[in-house]
């Protein structure tokens, strides 16, 4: 079998997000500011101290019922 990696025919909207990143200069783990369930993150990767800021990311929409309203 034969698996490419072939770049999507259609290019996905994009938008300026507001992300959680690692404080720890080692690690580059992330994560959207939508998808996080606490006032203050740990990396996922190496449980240091994440803080706020933005990337152009392509746009997605968190279904999640437990996701609380902001």
Known sequence: MYYSRKRLL????????????CTNDKCN??????FVFSIQP????????????EK???ILA???PTQTKR
């Open 62 to 64: 968190n279904t999640s």
């Open 29 to 34: 783990g992330w994560t959207r500011d939508n």
């Open 42 to 53: 740990l990396c996922g990767q190496c449980n240091s101290l994440m803080e706020k800021s």
């Open 10 to 21: 259609i290019d996905l909207p994009e938008e300026m997000t507001t992300i959680w990143s």
């Open 56 to 58: 152009m990311l392509p």
